[in-house]
Nanobody
């Protein structure tokens, strides 16, 4: 399994921006699809964005499309989530996830991810 550590969360006003980072413990992850999920208080964890392992295709939830951008820097073993035009409803704990080593196809399904970070809190005030 890949160990993942998220950072970059915090408190921001509506309309502001944050960039989340997810650092992986091994370069083996560079061939694996990566995803971001979030869980708001009292709600189930939901898909936010994903990026494939090789061709770097990206996928987004409709609720964040056009505002969030997922990217990766394999030289740094890091995946990013740039979040712009933040809204109060974006408030949640954000989790980074990785599919098994060598599985490059991204997924919106959380059960298809085998490694998870501990999460980072994002709070958007109105």
């Amino acid at each position: 399994q890949v160990q993942l550590v998220e950072s970059g969360g915090g408190l921001v006003q509506a309309g502001g921006s944050l960039r989340l980072s997810c650092a992986a413990s091994t370069r083996a992850f560079e061939k694996s699809a990566m995803g971001w999920f979030r869980q708001a208080p009292g709600k189930e964890r939901e898909f936010v964005a994903a990026i494939s392992g090789i061709v770097l295709s990206t996928y987004y939830a409709d609720s964040v499309k056009g505002r969030f951008t997922i990217s990766r820097d394999n030289a740094k073993n890091t995946v990013y989530l740039q979040m712009n035009s933040l809204r109060p409803e974006d408030t949640a704990v954000y989790f980074c996830a990785a599919r098994s080593v060598g599985v490059a196809t991204p997924s919106r399904r959380e059960y298809e991810y085998t490694s998870w970070g501990q999460g980072t809190q994002v709070t958007v005030s109105s």
